[in-house]
């Protein structure tokens, strides 16, 4: 099975700063990855697929980028609305696998 | 719109038998795979099985293996999932979520069901 990682697990950051999550596969993944953001009591919430493709009517605040092992989510400027759990798919396999997620919190 | 709703969650006794529905709308149900994830209270998410757009394909989580079953009704664009010998580790929200294919990332989920298996 393909592990993934992410980090940092959980972050503090202030409306209007930019944040990084990153997410590894334990071996290549070419570009099989999604990033979703989900909130309490919420199912997730599909953002970037194919690894740098945004979401149709996600707001272009939102990024991704990467290929292989090795893929980054960012956020240019946080909103308020923005504060929720962020989880990476890789879907070049089964079992599909997701990373542990990344909690952002507000500072 | 696009609409994905679960239904069939509740409390169960571990070995004991569940069936979990969902409703597809506002989609062309029988041209997608479908997929169930589960999230444990409190815990990350869990990909569990996926079955193709025709039903002819299927993949499992080995920790559901010889457990659950995913099938498809297109007639009733109505996806299942059969889910016997409970345990208490099972116990989760389940969502269902569909996929262009079976080799593409899950777009819509629905609402999701909580499955509680309890003593």
């Known amino acids: 099975d393909i592990q993934m990682t992410q980090s940092p697990s959980s972050l503090s950051a202030s409306v209007g700063d930019r944040v990084t999550i990153t997410c590894r596969a334990s071996?290549?993944?070419?570009?099989?990855l999604a990033w979703y953001q989900q909130k309490p009591g919420k199912a997730p919430k599909r953002l970037i697929y194919?690894?740098?493709s945004l979401q149709s009517g996600v707001p272009s605040r939102f990024s991704g980028s990467g290929s292989g092992t090795e893929f980054t989510l960012t956020i240019s400027s946080l909103q308020p609305e923005d504060f929720a759990t962020y989880y990476c798919l890789q879907h070049t396999n089964y079992p599909r696998t997701f990373g542990p997620g990344t909690k952002v919190e507000i500072k | 719109q696009v609409q994905l709703v679960e239904s069939g969650g509740g409390v169960v006794q571990p070995g004991r038998s569940l069936r979990l529905s969902c409703a597809a709308s506002g989609f062309t149900f029988s041209s997608y795979a479908m997929h169930w994830v589960r999230q444990a209270p409190g815990k990350g998410l869990e990909w569990v099985a996926v079955?193709?757009?025709?039903?002819?394909?299927?993949y499992d989580a080995d920790s559901v293996k010889g457990r659950f079953t995913i099938s498809r009704d297109n007639s009733k664009n109505t996806l299942h999932l059969q889910m016997n010998s409970l345990r208490l580790e099972d116990t989760a929200v389940y969502y269902c979520a569909r996929a262009v294919t079976v080799v593409h990332a899950f777009d819509i989920w629905g609402q999701g069901t909580l499955v509680t298996v309890s003593s």
């Open positions: 194919a690894a740098s």
């Open positions: 071996q290549g993944i070419r570009n099989d």
């Open positions: 079955i193709s757009d025709d039903g002819t394909n299927e």
